[in-house]
């Protein structure tokens, strides 16, 4: 690669916010047809440096070269005019509009007299759709899509570009397995077609399955690149925190109090049927499945966002109905939710009002006033969970994304709940904080907690968890124990094969 000139570089990039030093003299430059991955913990820098790149913010100090022309980034339609294309960590969609306006925003066909040319502009949205084999189409309205599916959108508008670079923040966040496939087969083939690729991700997984390179960011500054082939996840964390991690299974296990949740032949079809489990206080119930298999949906249901169609919920061994998430907070249940940008947080409002906001305009008295002054327990939070922020006046929007997610945890936390449910808690979190948040999990468990997570990450489900519920299209299929679980069996319950064992 070394006789190449690099499709882009950056050099000496230096950026501060108030407070905080975000960049502090950053060199990086991607190859033609090279996958490089940027990596570093949450609050490192990455989203800030692939900013400064798409001229959304201007550096403080050093230089961009494209072509090995330096160049000034104006703003992201000089970066994408210039061939740099982005999908970004946050989706940028507009939600009134359809999927083909979304994509083609600001350069939608024409026909005489400067009308729009819908047939022309579905026409070619659907054969960008086609290659993404999504399920939706060019008219769709975006605002109707999963999550999933707008991020899709945001990369087939990457794809409209004749692009030199293209750069994904935490595409794979919300995708599916097949999902995720396509994705990778789209990296592909920019790939074969020369176009530099920076990829960013905290999942080592496709870090190592899909790049060439690894660049690490600690602090704002460059820690070094690796070639793929040649490292192994514990040099890329050892760069990126500065020690390694024992990931071995937590083995302080403790003794179990009284069931604290019962929940009987549950049905809310077609969503979910007959789901019956109980948990423990001091036990964490691990909840595994594909996207889509209906846990989310349980969980919401348990928290008063669903209403069942049968079945009965029980809290220390007494019926309940749980009618709204007022409710199910007073019983003493927290919800986690998955989706921290649409149920979890105020972006525009600070980081100690995001954690000590009432989840509920009633819920102003009650057990669930915390102690202490509210700086107090963001204090308190912002040290458990390692929030990096210069302070509690923070707008929450300009924090990191796995920093929004702390904040998010805090909140129901500081709730002090006895059920404490958790979907999908370390989306988009470092491997550091990650290992620490599955730590606090299992301390929770051991102060008495009764703890359900939610996850789509097999080591994450089996590492905290004391028993692993495996559910497939709406159905329990088999409850493991710690002891039983291997990687094989829990695979095997989770792809619907062989029938729904008793649990
Ligand atoms: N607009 C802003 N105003 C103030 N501070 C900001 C702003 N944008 C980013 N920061 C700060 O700059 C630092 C770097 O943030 P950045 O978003 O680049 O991290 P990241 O490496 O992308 O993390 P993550 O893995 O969590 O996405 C953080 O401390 C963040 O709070
Ligand atoms: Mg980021």
């Given at each position: 690669?070394?006789?190449?000139?690099?499709?882009?570089?950056?050099?000496?990039?230096?950026?501060?916010?108030?407070?905080?030093?975000?960049?502090?003299?950053?060199?990086?430059?991607?190859?033609?047809?090279?996958?490089?991955?940027?990596?570093?913990?949450?609050?490192?820098?990455?989203?800030?440096?692939?900013?400064?790149?798409?001229?959304?913010?201007?550096?403080?100090?050093?230089?961009?070269?494209?072509?090995?022309?330096?160049?000034?980034?104006?703003?992201?339609?000089?970066?994408?005019?210039?061939?740099?294309?982005?999908?970004?960590?946050?989706?940028?969609?507009?939600?009134?509009?359809?999927?083909?306006?979304?994509?083609?925003?600001?350069?939608?066909?024409?026909?005489?007299?400067?009308?729009?040319?819908?047939?022309?502009?579905?026409?070619?949205?659907?054969?960008?759709?086609?290659?993404?084999?999504?399920?939706?189409?060019?008219?769709?309205?975006?605002?109707?899509?999963?999550?999933?599916?707008?991020?899709?959108?945001?990369?087939?508008?990457?794809?409209?570009?004749?692009?030199?670079?293209?750069?994904?923040?935490?595409?794979?966040?919300?995708?599916?397995?097949?999902?995720?496939?396509?994705?990778?087969?789209?990296?592909?083939?920019?790939?074969?077609?020369?176009?530099?690729?920076?990829y960013i991700s905290h999942r080592m997984e496709e870090i190592f399955k899909i790049t060439d390179r690894i660049s690490v960011?600690?602090?704002?500054?460059?820690?070094?690149?690796?070639?793929?082939?040649?490292?192994?996840?514990?040099?890329?964390?050892?760069?990126?925190?500065?020690?390694?991690?024992?990931?071995?299974?937590?083995?302080?296990?403790?003794?179990?109090?009284?069931?604290?949740?019962?929940?009987?032949?549950?049905?809310?079809?077609?969503?979910?049927?007959?789901?019956?489990?109980?948990?423990?206080?001091?036990?964490?119930?691990?909840?595994?499945?594909?996207?889509?298999?209906?846990?989310?949906?349980?969980?919401?249901?348990?928290?008063?966002?669903?209403?069942?169609?049968?079945?009965?919920?029980?809290?220390?061994?007494?019926?309940?109905?749980?009618?709204?998430?007022?409710?199910?907070?007073?019983?003493?249940?927290?919800?986690?939710?998955?989706?921290?940008?649409?149920?979890?947080?105020?972006?525009?409002?600070?980081?100690?009002?995001?954690?000590?906001?009432?989840?509920?305009?009633?819920?102003?008295?009650?057990?669930?006033?915390?102690?202490?002054?509210?700086?107090?327990?963001?204090?308190?939070?912002?040290?458990?969970?390692?929030?990096?922020?210069?302070?509690?006046?923070?707008?929450?929007?300009?924090?990191?994304?796995?920093?929004?997610?702390?904040?998010?945890?805090?909140?129901?936390?500081?709730?002090?709940?006895?059920?404490?449910?958790?979907?999908?808690?370390?989306?988009?979190?470092?491997?550091?904080?990650?290992?620490?948040?599955?730590?606090?999990?299992?301390?929770?468990?051991?102060?008495?907690?009764?703890?359900?997570?939610?996850?789509?990450?097999?080591?994450?489900?089996?590492?905290?968890?004391?028993?692993?519920?495996?559910?497939?299209?709406?159905?329990?299929?088999?409850?493991?124990?710690?002891?039983?679980?291997?990687?094989?069996?829990?695979?095997?319950?989770?792809?619907?094969?062989?029938?729904?064992?008793?649990?």
């Amino acid at each position: 690669m070394t006789d190449q000139t690099p499709a882009l570089r950056l050099e000496g990039i230096v950026k501060t916010f108030p407070g905080v030093r975000a960049l502090d003299g950053v060199s990086f430059s991607v190859m033609p047809g090279e996958v490089h991955a940027l990596m570093g913990e949450n609050g490192a820098g990455k989203s800030t440096l692939m900013k400064v790149l798409g001229g959304i913010h201007q550096p403080d100090e050093g230089r961009i070269i494209v072509n090995e022309v330096p160049v000034v980034m104006s703003g992201p339609l000089e970066a994408k005019a210039k061939g740099i294309v982005f999908i970004h960590q946050e989706l940028s969609l507009a939600e009134e509009l359809t999927v083909a306006e979304n994509i083609y925003l600001g350069e939608l066909p024409r026909k005489r007299f400067g009308l729009v040319d819908w047939h022309k502009l579905d026409a070619m949205t659907n054969v960008i759709l086609k290659k993404l084999k999504v399920g939706f189409d060019a008219k769709t309205r975006v605002g109707d899509l999963s999550i999933a599916n707008q991020q899709m959108v945001e990369i087939a508008r990457a794809l409209t570009v004749d692009a030199k670079a293209v750069i994904f923040d935490e595409p794979t966040a919300s995708l599916t397995d097949a999902e995720k496939s396509v994705l990778f087969d789209v990296i592909a083939d920019l790939q074969k077609a020369g176009v530099g690729i920076i990829y960013i991700s905290h999942r080592m997984e496709e870090i190592f399955k899909i790049t060439d390179r690894i660049s690490v960011l600690r602090d704002g500054q460059y820690r070094g690149t690796l070639d793929t082939a040649e490292t192994s996840e514990e040099e890329v964390t050892q760069l990126m925190i500065g020690r390694t991690l024992d990931l071995s299974r937590s083995a302080s296990r403790h003794e179990l109090g009284d069931v604290a949740l019962e929940v009987r032949g549950l049905c809310c079809k077609p969503l979910f049927e007959d789901i019956s489990f109980e948990v423990r206080a001091g036990e964490v119930l691990g909840f595994y499945g594909l996207v889509g298999a209906g846990r989310t949906e349980i969980a919401e249901t348990l928290f008063g966002l669903r209403d069942p169609s049968a079945g009965q919920i029980l809290l220390g061994g007494e019926e309940v109905r749980i009618q709204s998430p007022a409710d199910a907070i007073a019983r003493g249940i927290s919800l986690v939710p998955e989706d921290r940008k649409g149920q979890g947080l105020i972006l525009g409002m600070n980081c100690r009002d995001n954690m000590t906001l009432p989840q509920v305009d009633d819920l102003t008295a009650g057990p669930f006033v915390a102690e202490g002054s509210e700086v107090a327990i963001f204090d308190q939070y912002r040290d458990k969970l390692d929030i990096r922020t210069p302070g509690w006046k923070q707008l929450v929007g300009n924090l990191s994304g796995g920093n929004q997610q702390k904040i998010v945890i805090g909140k129901w936390l500081s709730m002090h709940p006895q059920v404490l449910i958790v979907d999908e808690p370390t989306r988009g979190i470092d491997v550091g904080s990650k290992s620490e948040i599955h730590n606090l999990i299992r301390d929770l468990a051991a102060q008495g907690y009764a703890v359900l997570v939610i996850s789509s990450e097999m080591p994450e489900v089996l590492h905290v968890s004391d028993r692993i519920v495996a559910m497939y299209s709406g159905r329990i299929m088999r409850t493991f124990t710690a002891g039983e679980v291997t990687e094989d069996n829990l695979i095997q319950a989770i792809s619907g094969i062989g029938g729904a064992t008793a649990a």
